[in-house]
């Protein structure tokens, strides 16, 4: 099974609709990480939680939230999806310590018309 | 703040032939650096990391990658590639103080190789 889980896997929305995407893991992590990818942009980061009381905005947070319903499950929700959102959203997951590396999600592909 | 550049977009080259992708980075303090690579339709996974001590590190399917820290660059090199190796490469800067375990990604690196 896969360590850090990703659903939905593909979804198509429309301007101004509620999404929520969600992120599980098993890995025992306490830090999990949203980003989003886009062609030739490379991945930037949405939002970050070193723990479930413990969250922080990314480079670019604004129209997106998360909540981290536990320390396995941290959820990205678009309130008002606009077209520019269309994008590929990655979760990760890191430990405390150690050396920082993250440990990513197959990703979200989400089409906003 | 640090930040990664990725000089080449894309990097065509033969199957067999080697093949070097381009990352230099900024920072104010001590790094660790990274290279992920994403295969078509897949997450990041990773290829290698340095934290520190020797400057050669070593990745898994015959990549590897040399810190220099004088010219701030962590450039990936392999020396004969094979088709399987079409993908995206991400290199990534990581704060290696109190920033936490944040990643800086460049934007990416298109190899294609060819038969």
């Known amino acids: 099974d896969a360590d850090v889980t990703q659903t939905p896997r593909n979804r198509i929305t429309k301007t101004g609709k509620r999404i929520m995407l969600e992120c599980s893991q098993t890995?025992?992590?306490?830090?999990m990480y949203w980003y989003r990818q886009d062609p030739g942009l490379g991945l930037q980061l949405i939002y970050y939680?070193?723990?479930?009381?413990?969250?922080n905005k990314g480079e670019i947070s604004d129209g997106y939230s998360v909540s981290r319903q536990a320390q396995a499950k941290f959820s990205l929700s678009l309130e008002s999806a606009i077209p520019n959102q269309t994008a590929l959203y990655f979760c990760?997951?890191?430990?405390?310590?150690?050396?920082?590396?993250?440990?990513f999600g197959p990703g979200t592909r989400l089409t906003v018309l | 703040a640090q930040s990664v550049t990725q000089l080449d977009s894309q990097v065509p080259v033969f199957e067999e032939a080697p093949v070097e992708l381009r990352c230099n980075y900024s920072?104010?303090?001590?790094?660790?650096l990274f290279w992920y690579v994403q295969y078509p339709n897949q997450g990041l996974q990773l290829l290698l990391k340095?934290?520190?001590?020797?400057?050669l590190v070593k990745g898994i399917n015959g990549f590897e990658a040399e810190f220099n820290k004088s010219q701030t660059s962590f450039h990936l090199r392999k020396p004969s590639v094979h088709i399987s190796d079409t993908a995206e490469y991400f290199c990534?800067?990581?704060?290696?103080?109190?920033?936490?375990?944040?990643?800086?990604f460049g934007t990416g690196t298109q190899l294609k190789v060819e038969l």
């Open positions: 939680s070193f723990d479930v009381k413990d969250i």
């Open positions: 990534a800067v990581s704060d290696g103080g109190g920033g936490g375990n944040k990643l800086t």
């Open positions: 890995k025992g992590h306490d830090r």
């Open positions: 920072s104010s303090v001590s790094v660790y």
């Open positions: 340095y934290l520190s001590g020797s400057t």
């Open positions: 990760a997951t890191s430990t405390s310590g150690g050396d920082h590396e993250q440990f």
